[in-house]
C-alpha cells in the first residue's frame, strides 16, 4: 500500500485518461441532480402554485437558473482544476516543480472554494424566482412579501445543505489526486504553498450546516403562504420536504466520513506497518490529501518515517564499514600468513610471558614444531629453546642469554648464528637468527619476534669448500717438498757446479719457496674462518709471544730482529697464537722487503686509552726497507691486495697478510695502522686490550 | 758436509713416509750425513721394522695409507717402552699443534730445508746419546 516510495504513480491509482477536471465535473453534477429535481417541486408546493401558467414560468425560470449555475460552477471547477490536468499530462514522475507545486495548490484549495460558490449560487438560486412570479402575476401569484420571506428561508436551507455535501463531494474526488501530488512534492522537496483549512472549522461548519438547514428548512414551510397546520397538503409537502433533507444527509455524511475517515485509516495504517514489520526502509510516505491537522499528522508521520530511515541508512553504513573493515583485516591477516608461509626463514613471536604466539610454515619444518598445538604454550614447556645451542656447538648457561629472551629485554639481534637440534628429524640444523622486541603503541615491549634462516646447507658447502682447500694444499706440499730438498741437495753437494745450472737450481729453489708461500697464505686464509669462531679471551704474556715468534725465524732473520721491550710483563687479553700470528706476519714483510738485510725493530709499550680505564699494549714493528707506494697505501689491508707486484720487490705470496692481520686485530679488540716512507722503510702498529681491570 | 762414520756405529733413524720421491730425498740427505735410514711407508710397516731393531729416531709422517703417524705413535709406545724420540713431519696447517697431539718431540713443516731437517734430527739424536752417557 504504501511501497510506492520513489514511485507514487505505481501504488495509487494510475492518471486519468481524461481530463481529471471534466471527471470532476461530471461526478458532481450528477450527484447535484437529484436534487436539482426536488427542491423545485418543494418550492412550487411551498409557493402553493398550482395554475399551469404559473407552474410553467416557474419550472422555466428554475430550469435557466439551474443551468446556469451548473454553467458556473462547471466552468469554475474546469478553472480551478486545471493545473491538475496539466500536471495529469505530464508524466507525474518528471514535472517542473512549478507545476507540482501549482497542482498542488489547486487540489488543496479547490475544494473549499468551489463548495463555498456552489453553496452560494444554490443560496441564490430562488429569491430570483419568486421576484419573477410577483412580476409577472398570473394564476393565483403567492402573497408578497411572505412568500419572499418563506424563499429567503429556503434559500439559507439550501446554501446551508450544499455547503457541506458540496464541500464533501468535491474533496472526495480530489483527495487522492491531491495525495499523490504531496507524494511527488515529497520527493523533490518542494512545499505547497496552500492555504490550511482546519479539520476543526470544517466540522464547526458542518455542525452549523446541519443546525441550519433543516431549521430554516422548516422555518420556510411554516412561514409560507401557502402552508400552514390547517392547509391541506401540508402533510405532503412536509412528506415532501423531509425526503429532501434524509436524502441529503446520508449522502453528505457519507461523502465527510470518507474525507475524514480515509485519511485517518492511512496514517494508521503506516504506522502499523513500522510497528509490525520494523523494516523501515520498505516504508513510502503517506499522501497528505489536506492542509489540515490530518495532513499535518501524515507530515509527521512522513517526517518520522524520514529520520528513521535516515538513521537506518546510517547504521547500514556503519555496518557495511565495519564489515568492510573486518573482511580487510581478515584479508590482509590472510595474505600475511601466506607470505609468513611461504618465506624460507621460520618466524617465530612470542607474547611478553614467553607463550608462543606465532610460527610460521618454514618454523614448523626448521624447529619440528607443530604450529597449531604449540601456540599459546609456553616456550619452555615447547622445549625448543632447549635444543638451541651457541654456533660454537656450546649449550647456552643462561635462559636469558637465548635470542628471544634478549630480544624480550629489548636487544636487536642481528644475524647470530645458533645451532639447533631438530627433533622430527634428529639432526643440527644452523640458524642465523635475528630478533627484536615487538613494542606496543606505549613503547612497552609486549612480545618479541625471531626471524631464523636454516643455513645447514650453506654451512655445509662452506665446510666442504674449506675441506677441499685443506686436503689440495696439504698435498701440493709434499711435491713442494720433494723439489726445495733436491734443489738445495745438489746446490749444496757439488762445489763445481758450472754457474748456468747453478741458477737454475737457485730457480728451481726459488719457485719452490713462492709456490709454498701460496699453498701458506692459502691456507691461512681458510684457517680465518674456523680461527675466528673460537678466538679465546685470556691474559697473554707480550714479551713470551715475541720471543716465541722470534725464536721461530731462521737463524740469519733472526740475528736482524731488535727486541726492546719494557721492564716487567705487560700482559694484555687476547689470544695469543693469534697475536703471534700478526706478529709474525708483521716481521715477515719487515724482513722480506728489506732486501739490503736492514735492521727490524719490535717494540712494545703500554698505552693509556681514552674511552676506557683498561688502557693498550702498542706492538711496532719498524723496518727500514723499501716502503710503501703512496698510492698503494691505501688498500693494503684488502684481500689478496699486493703493493708490490710488478715491482723488483715481488717476492710471491697472495695478498693476504696484512688482511689477517687487520681481521684478527680487530677480532680481539685492536688497530693497526703504519707509516710508510717509500725507499725508507715502514713502521706497522698493532694494538691489544690490556688486561688489568 | 760431515765426514762418513763406519756403519755399525752408526745411528738408526725410521724414517716413515709414503712418498717415494721425499722418502728418496729423506734417506739421501741422512745417509750423507752418515745416519743409517730404515724405511716404511706407512703407520703398520713402521711397526714391522721396529720388532727387530729400535731406531734412535723415528722421522713420522702424519697422514698415510693403512696406518697414520698418529695411531702408529700410540701404538708405538703401547708396545715399547723406549724413549725413541718422534720428530713429526708433517704438511698438516699446524704442523706444531699435529706434534703436540700425540706429545712428540720435534716437528718439522713440509716443504723444509734441508738443513733444518739435519738440524733437528742431529739436535735429537745427540741429546739422546748425551743422556745415555
Known amino acids: 500500500m504504501y511501497r510506492q516510495g520513489n514511485s507514487h504513480a505505481r501504488g495509487d491509482a494510475a492518471p486519468p485518461r481524461r481530463a481529471f477536471s471534466l471527471r470532476v465535473i461530471a461526478y458532481a453534477i450528477a450527484v447535484e441532480l437529484p436534487y436539482g429535481a426536488l427542491v423545485p417541486l418543494a418550492y412550487l408546493r411551498m409557493m402553493g402554485i398550482h395554475a399551469p401558467a404559473g407552474r410553467t414560468l416557474a419550472l422555466s425560470l428554475i430550469a435557466a437558473i439551474f443551468v446556469a449555475k451548473t454553467a458556473l460552477v462547471a466552468i469554475a471547477l474546469r478553472q480551478s482544476l486545471r493545473p491538475i490536468d496539466r500536471w495529469c499530462r505530464d508524466a507525474p514522475g518528471a514535472s517542473d516543480p512549478e507545476i507540482i507545486r501549482r497542482a498542488g495548490r489547486a487540489a488543496y484549495e479547490t475544494p473549499i472554494r468551489v463548495a463555498t460558490l456552489w453553496a452560494v449560487l444554490w443560496g441564490l438560486a430562488y429569491p430570483p424566482v419568486t421576484a419573477a412570479l410577483h412580476l409577472f402575476p398570473g394564476n393565483s401569484p403567492p402573497p408578497w412579501p411572505r412568500a419572499m420571506v418563506a424563499t429567503v428561508l429556503l434559500s439559507i436551507g439550501c446554501f446551508a445543505a450544499a455547503l457541506p455535501l458540496a464541500y464533501s463531494v468535491l474533496a472526495r474526488f480530489v483527495l487522492s489526486v491531491a495525495g499523490r501530488i504531496s507524494l511527488a512534492a515529497r520527493e523533490r522537496g518542494i512545499t505547497i504553498p496552500a492555504q490550511s483549512s482546519s479539520l476543526a472549522a470544517r466540522l464547526v461548519t458542518l455542525a452549523i450546516s446541519l443546525a441550519v438547514a433543516p431549521t430554516s428548512w422548516m422555518a420556510a414551510m411554516i412561514v409560507s403562504p401557502a402552508l400552514g397546520y390547517q392547509a391541506p397538503d401540508t402533510w405532503t409537502t412536509l412528506a415532501l420536504f423531509s425526503l429532501v433533507a434524509i436524502a441529503w444527509t446520508p449522502v453528505c455524511a457519507a461523502f465527510l466520513a470518507g474525507v475524514v475517515a480515509a485519511p485517518f485509516r492511512r496514517v494508521g495504517a503506516a504506522i502499523e506497518h513500522i510497528v509490525v514489520r520494523g523494516d523501515v526502509d520498505a516504508l513510502g510516505r503517506l499522501p497528505v490529501h489536506f492542509k489540515d491537522e490530518i495532513g499535518g499528522l501524515a507530515e509527521g508521520v512522513n517526517s518520522m518515517v524520514d529520520r528513521l530511515q535516515e538513521t537506518s541508512a546510517r547504521i547500514r553504513a556503519y555496518l557495511a564499514e565495519r564489515e568492510r573493515l573486518l573482511s580487510d583485516a581478515a584479508r590482509r591477516a590472510a595474505e600475511l600468513q601466506t607470505v609468513l608461509d611461504n618465506i624460507v626463514e621460520a618466524v617465530i613471536a612470542i607474547d611478553a610471558e614467553g607463550r608462543l604466539a606465532l610460527l610460521n610454515a618454514s618454523g614448523e619444518r626448521i624447529l619440528g614444531l607443530d604450529a597449531s598445538a604449540s601456540r599459546g604454550r609456553p616456550c619452555a614447556e615447547l622445549g625448543f629453546q632447549a635444543r638451541l645451542r651457541r654456533a660454537d656447538g656450546s649449550a647456552f648457561t643462561h635462559e636469558r642469554d637465548r635470542p628471544l629472551a634478549r630480544a624480550l629485554e629489548g636487544e636487536i639481534i642481528v644475524q647470530e648464528a645458533q645451532i639447533y637440534a631438530n627433533p622430527e628429524t634428529s639432526s643440527d640444523v644452523f640458524l642465523r637468527t635475528s630478533a627484536a622486541p615487538i613494542r606496543g603503541e606505549s613503547g612497552a615491549i609486549i612480545g618479541a619476534v625471531a626471524v631464523a634462516r636454516d643455513v645447514t646447507e650453506m654451512v655445509q658447502i662452506e665446510q666442504m669448500k674449506e675441506q677441499f682447500i685443506r686436503v689440495a694444499a696439504h698435498e701440493l706440499k709434499t711435491p713442494v717438498a720433494i723439489m726445495k730438498g733436491y734443489s738445495l741437495a745438489l746446490l749444496r753437494g757439488s762445489a763445481d757446479l758450472p754457474p748456468a745450472r747453478r741458477r737454475m737450481l737457485e730457480a728451481v729453489d726459488r719457485g719452490a719457496d713462492r709456490m709454498s708461500r701460496i699453498v701458506e697464505d692459502i691456507l691461512a686464509v681458510s684457517q680465518l674462518t674456523m680461527d675466528m669462531a673460537k678466538m679465546r679471551s685470556e691474559p697473554v704474556d707480550l714479551g713470551q709471544v715475541a720471543r716465541v715468534t722470534l725464536d721461530a725465524l731462521p737463524a740469519a732473520a733472526r740475528g736482524r730482529v731488535r727486541l726492546s721491550a719494557p721492564v716487567g710483563a705487560l700482559v694484555a687479553c687476547g689470544d695469543a697464537e693469534r697475536i703471534r700470528q700478526v706478529l709474525s706476519i708483521l716481521l715477515d714483510n719487515a724482513l722480506k722487503y728489506s732486501p739490503r738485510g736492514g735492521a727490524v725493530d719490535v717494540s712494545f709499550a703500554p698505552s693509556p686509552r681514552a674511552e676506557d680505564e683498561r688502557g693498550e699494549a702498542i706492538v711496532s714493528v719498524r723496518d727500514s726497507g723499501v716502503g710503501i707506494a703512496r698510492d698503494k697505501q691505501e688498500r693494503i689491508f684488502e684481500l689478496f691486495f699486493r703493493a708490490h707486484t710488478d715491482t723488483p720487490h715481488d717476492y710471491g705470496g697472495m695478498g693476504v697478510g696484512l688482511y689477517l692481520a687487520k681481521r684478527m686485530t680487530t677480532r680481539q679488540g685492536g688497530r693497526i695502522w703504519f707509516e710508510s716512507v717509500e725507499g725508507s722503510g715502514t713502521t706497522f702498529h698493532f694494538t691489544v686490550p690490556l688486561d688489568r681491570p | ?133
Open chain 2, 1 to 133: 758436509m760431515d765426514g762418513e762414520m763406519p756403519e755399525n756405529g752408526a745411528k738408526v733413524v725410521l724414517v716413515v713416509e709414503d712418498d717415494e720421491d721425499l722418502m728418496h730425498l729423506v734417506s739421501m740427505l741422512l745417509g750423507a750425513c752418515g745416519y743409517r735410514v730404515v724405511a716404511a711407508g706407512n703407520g703398520r710397516e713402521a711397526l714391522e721394522r721396529v720388532e727387530g731393531e729400535l731406531p734412535d729416531l723415528i722421522l713420522l709422517d702424519m697422514k698415510m695409507p693403512v696406518m697414520g703417524g698418529a695411531e702408529f705413535a700410540w701404538e708405538f709406545r703401547a708396545r715399547h717402552a723406549a724413549k725413541t724420540p718422534i720428530i713429526v713431519v708433517t704438511a698438516a696447517a699446524d704442523a706444531r699443534r699435529s706434534a703436540e697431539a700425540i706429545h712428540a718431540d720435534g716437528w718439522l713443516g713440509k716443504p723444509f730445508d734441508p738443513d733444518a731437517l739435519l738440524a733437528t734430527v742431529r739436535l735429537h739424536v745427540d741429546r739422546l746419546s748425551t743422556s745415555a752417557q
